[in-house]
């Protein structure tokens, strides 16, 4: 059995995941291991430009301890780094799909309560790690 705070976050990257596929955009895939980082989701943004990118999903259940956005410091810039390095070292998903030959591009997609139980969200496109 997973943990709650982990299982809420596993919640918002589907609810995340779903939003960019209404968006048009495809994901590639979602929890994708590179070596021993982890990349919360792979898609393709059809733009324009088009371009794949790699999609970090942050959750907060407060900002007691500050914005969602805050949490993303140099350590887990440095895994991002690594991460996305060992994916394009590789030009394939794990399972062997191939990596689409567009440029490649960081998102931070940042999720908290809102009022009457919503979540809500905001997206950072092109952020740097």
Known sequence: ??????????SVEGRVAAALTSAGWAILGRNVRCGRHELDIVAVDPGPPAAVVVVEVRWRASRSHGLPEETVGWRKRAAL???IAC?????ALPDGTPLPRL??????????PGTAGAVVTRHHRAVEA
């Open 1 to 10: 059995m997973e943990a709650r705070p982990h299982a809420i976050g596993r």
């Open 81 to 83: 780094r690594d991460g």
């Open 103 to 112: 440029p490649l591009r960081l998102d931070l997609v940042v999720a908290e």
């Open 87 to 91: 994916l394009l070292a590789r030009g």
